[in-house]
């Protein structure tokens, strides 16, 4: 009875709008929706977090199960470029993320995060085609989530990688420890043409998209 309810859990997951194949469209609209609530609620993230970054990654993740869980969603990544006269978003590139869950769950809940990459480390994770491991080691937040909220600003933008969760604090890396992030090709050449790589879009050689502008503006804090 266990292995029945969770397989009709995973398939519930698996059938949301989180998890199924969204175009770089829903991507876009999503990842404003998701930014501008956090940044428009009574814990904003600081803007000098933002001003710093070096990139920034935004998802819906669904987790769910009975005891060993599963979590999948989707996001999209956008890579600022400092130039000689001022910073610029690059367009955004798709990725979907999975993994195991461990704990207690019965059902599913869904969580909307905004990470903040602040090191050309950070932003490598996301520049190959294909699935990778989150490396929470790596980048230096792998522990305790929690011990870094009463880090200075400025500790903070030392930090590779910073983790805000929708409704909930900082975190860390480690947030996502175990999980595969997978690049959506297939999502980005819809996006941009059929023979573009992730790399192309990172390093600014394709078009940024006009919709995604007012994400740009959000991140660059533009009410």
């Known amino acids: 009875m266990k292995l029945l309810l969770s397989t009709i859990l995973v398939l519930l997951v698996a059938s949301t709008p989180f998890v199924r194949a969204a175009d770089m469209n829903e991507r876009i609209r999503d990842a404003i929706k998701i930014v501008d609530k956090r940044q428009g609620s009574d814990n904003p993230i600081p803007a000098e977090v933002l ?48 993994g195991a869950s461990l ?36 980048t ?17 933008e030392r930090r590779d990688v910073l983790v805000y969760r929708e409704s909930g604090g900082l975190y ?6 175990g999980s595969t992030i997978q690049v959506k090709s297939e999502v980005n050449q819809d996006e941009y043409g059929e023979h573009t790589h992730v790399r192309d879009i990172l390093e600014g050689n394709v078009q940024v998209p006009a919709r995604a502008q007012r994400l740009y503006d959000l991140l660059d804090g533009k009410r």
């Not at 990139?55 to 989707?74: D, F, H, N, R, Y």
Request: proline share 2%; charged share 15%; net charge neutral.
């Open 51 to 98: 001003q710093n970054a070096k990139g920034v990654a935004i998802c819906t993740i669904i987790k769910g199960g009975i005891g060993l869980g599963g979590q999948g969603g989707e996001g999209i990544v956008v890579i600022r470029h400092y130039g000689p006269t001022a910073a610029v978003w690059r367009a955004p590139s798709a990725f979907n993320i999975s």
């Open 172 to 177: 860390g890396g480690a947030t996502f420890g």
């Open 140 to 156: 230096g937040t792998a522990g305790d989530d929690t011990a870094i909220q009463s880090e200075s600003t400025r500790d903070l």
């Open 103 to 138: 704990g207690l769950q019965l059902g599913f809940t869904s969580i909307s995060y905004i990470i903040v990459l602040n090191t050309d480390r950070a932003i490598s994770q996301f520049m190959n085609e294909g699935k990778f491991k989150w490396d929470a080691t790596a």
